[in-house]
C-alpha cells in the first residue's frame, strides 16, 4: 500500500515541475504590444485586391485611407463611419475603392501605379487614434523567358560561351537538364543573374540549359537550349 502512494507524490511533484515551467514560458514570451497595421501585400496587375488590417484597435468608429505614408488631407483616398456605415471620398478616391466597416479596402482591377504604401487611421471612441502602414507590391504575369546564346556550338578549352535570360521578371534562376545549375570558376553570373558565362567550355557542360524567371506572384521557364561541345 506504502509504493502507490509514493508514486502518486512522486507524480504530483512531476507534473507540478512541468507546470512551473510552462508559467515560466509564458512569462518570457510574453509578445510585445501588438502593433495596428496594414498586411503589405502582393498582387498581380489587373487583378482585385483586399487589403487587410491586423491588429484592429476595438471601439473604432472610422477608417481613413490615404495614399502615402501620413494622414494628409490631398492624398486621402476615402473614410468610412462605422456606427453611421457612411462612405465619403477623398481626393484620390478613383472608383475602384470599397472600405469595408470593419477597416479593409478592396481595390480593383489594380494597375502599376497602385503600388506604394498606404496609410490607415481608425479612430476610437475614446477620442483617440491608431495610424498603421503598409506595402502594396503589384508585378506584372511573368512572360516565358528566352534563352539565347552567343554560339550554341563551341570547341572544348578553347571558346567561351554567354547565355543571356530575357524576362521581365524581378528573379532568374538558372537549370542544366531540369536542375539547378551548379556555379564554378569557369560558371559565373551577371550581377542581374540574368547573363551566364562559361570560360572555357569543357565537355561535361554540353547538354540543356534552361532560366526560369519568377516574382513573387507567378513564375515560366525558358524552353531548354542545347549547348554542343566539340572537341579541338
Not at 489587373?46 to 487589403?51: E, F, T, Y
Not at 468610412?80 to 472608383?95: D, E, I, M, N, W
Amino acid at each position: 500500500m506504502g509504493s502507490p502512494s509514493v508514486s502518486t507524490h512522486r507524480g504530483l511533484v512531476h507534473w507540478q515541475g512541468l507546470l512551473l515551467v510552462v508559467s515560466l514560458l509564458n512569462f518570457w514570451c510574453l509578445p510585445a504590444t501588438a502593433q495596428f497595421a496594414i498586411v503589405s501585400t502582393n498582387v498581380a496587375e489587373g487583378k482585385d485586391v483586399l487589403l487587410r488590417l491586423r491588429n484592429t484597435p476595438p471601439d473604432v468608429i472610422s477608417f481613413l485611407w490615404y495614399r502615402g505614408e501620413g494622414a494628409k488631407s490631398n492624398r486621402k483616398i476615402a473614410s468610412v463611419s462605422v456606427p453611421l456605415r457612411a462612405f465619403a471620398k477623398g481626393p484620390l478616391y478613383t472608383g475602384r475603392e470599397i472600405i469595408y466597416t470593419q477597416g479593409p479596402v478592396l481595390l480593383k482591377e489594380v494597375t502599376m501605379e497602385d503600388a506604394g504604401i498606404y496609410t490607415v487611421v481608425a479612430h476610437l471612441r475614446n477620442s483617440k487614434k491608431e495610424i498603421g502602414f503598409g506595402w502594396l507590391n503589384v508585378y506584372q504575369p511573368v512572360r516565358r523567358p528566352t534563352l539565347q546564346a552567343n554560339s550554341t556550338t563551341v570547341t572544348e578549352n578553347k571558346d567561351s560561351v554567354v547565355l543571356t535570360c530575357n524576362t521581365n521578371a524581378v528573379s532568374t534562376e538558372w537549370l542544366f537538364y531540369g536542375m539547378n545549375l551548379q556555379l564554378s570558376e569557369r560558371k559565373k553570373l551577371s550581377e542581374d543573374r540574368r547573363s551566364l558565362t562559361i570560360d572555357p567550355v569543357k565537355r561535361e557542360d554540353a547538354g540543356y540549359y534552361q532560366c526560369e524567371a519568377s516574382n513573387p506572384i507567378s513564375s515560366a521557364e525558358s524552353w531548354p537550349l542545347e549547348l554542343h561541345v566539340q572537341h579541338e
